[in-house]
């Protein structure tokens, strides 16, 4: 899988096209979860685009601090396409979304909010749990945060 990152700005219209065709299928219609999905965060935000035979196939959103946590980078909107999960490209794809973060917020640490299945999956990365588990659209989830090594606690 290769990867790359964009500003919103530099999204092509089918790029756009097709982060929010991946984000319907895999956050609305499998997880079967209502919800506004275009929050109007995207454009303050990079997007990390994983592409497998010239097709976004995983997607990540960075987002800088201050947009969903005051003092914390964040990374969401984390997804992989059906027919590219249990090949290693979710850890691929989060390798290189903490990397992008790193060197965008190198003063921050990682914020996101886990949905409480993957809590194995986001350990193994280096992320902690933070808090207690809550239901985010109906969903368990888990904030979890990732020690930026040159960034600043809360």
Excluded at 64 to 72: A, F, K, L, R, W
Excluded at 112 to 124: C, E, G, K, R, V
Excluded at 125 to 131: N, R
């Amino acid at each position: 899988m290769r990867f790359v990152l964009k500003s919103f700005d530099q999204l092509t219209t089918s790029e756009l096209y097709r982060i929010l065709q991946i984000r319907a299928e895999v956050f609305v219609v499998e997880q079967d979860c209502v919800y506004q999905d275009v929050d109007g965060k995207d454009m303050k935000g990079h997007h990390v685009l994983g592409y497998a035979n010239g097709r976004i196939e995983a997607y990540t959103r960075i987002l800088p601090p201050g947009i969903s946590y005051e003092n914390h980078a964040s990374i969401g909107r984390v997804l992989t396409t059906e027919g590219n999960r249990g090949s290693g490209a979710g850890k691929q794809l989060m390798h290189q979304s903490i990397k992008y973060c790193k060197e965008l917020y190198p003063d921050n640490d990682i914020k996101i909010s886990a949905q409480t299945y993957l809590l194995s999956f986001y350990n193994d990365l280096g992320f902690k749990e933070w808090g207690e588990s809550y239901l985010e659209d109906g969903i368990p989830h888990i904030a979890m945060v990732f020690s930026n090594p040159s960034g600043k606690a809360e």
